[in-house]
């Protein structure tokens, strides 16, 4: 009987917002898959594509961005410049059919712990869905 492939997703977190949000559904026990490894940033404007690449060349299954709701950026325009970064991010992905889809970046507020549960679920899936990275294969040292 062969295993279901569990997926690594690296989440790269606003430290003002999604990170809260991870926080308040882990203390209301909301239920979500253990696949995650969070990291969390001051901003999510502060996020450098090269660090989505390395982590899925190291082994990543895809990668979840996750800063404040558009306007509430706790450093102003943060958010906007993540939302830049990581359209130029995606086109490079697609462009070298790397997988853009598995790169998502979502806008949840420190107050939306349920909402962190549902987008967590979902990219789970969607992740076991598109199957391991084939780019870890080639570059994982």
């Not at 253990?34 to 969390?40: A, D, T, V, Y």
Request: charged share 20%; glycine share 8%.
């Amino acid at each position: 009987m062969a295993e279901e492939f569990e997926p690594k997703i690296v989440g790269f977190f606003c430290n003002w917002c999604t990170a809260n949000a991870a926080d308040l559904a882990g203390t209301t026990r909301l239920q979500y898959p253990p696949n995650l490894r969070p990291i969390r940033m001051m901003c999510s404007g502060t996020l450098d594509p090269t660090y989505v690449l390395s982590a899925l060349l190291k082994g990543a299954d895809s990668v979840l961005i996750g800063g404040c709701q558009p306007g509430d950026c706790h450093y102003v325009n943060g958010n906007y410049k993540a939302r830049r970064r990581v359209a130029v991010l995606n086109t490079i992905l697609k462009t070298f059919e790397l997988g853009a889809d598995r790169v998502w970046l979502r806008w949840i507020a420190a107050s939306e712990g349920p909402k962190f549960a549902k987008t967590m679920n979902e990219f789970t899936e969607h992740t076991k869905k598109l199957g391991k990275n084939p780019l870890s294969d080639y570059w994982n040292v």
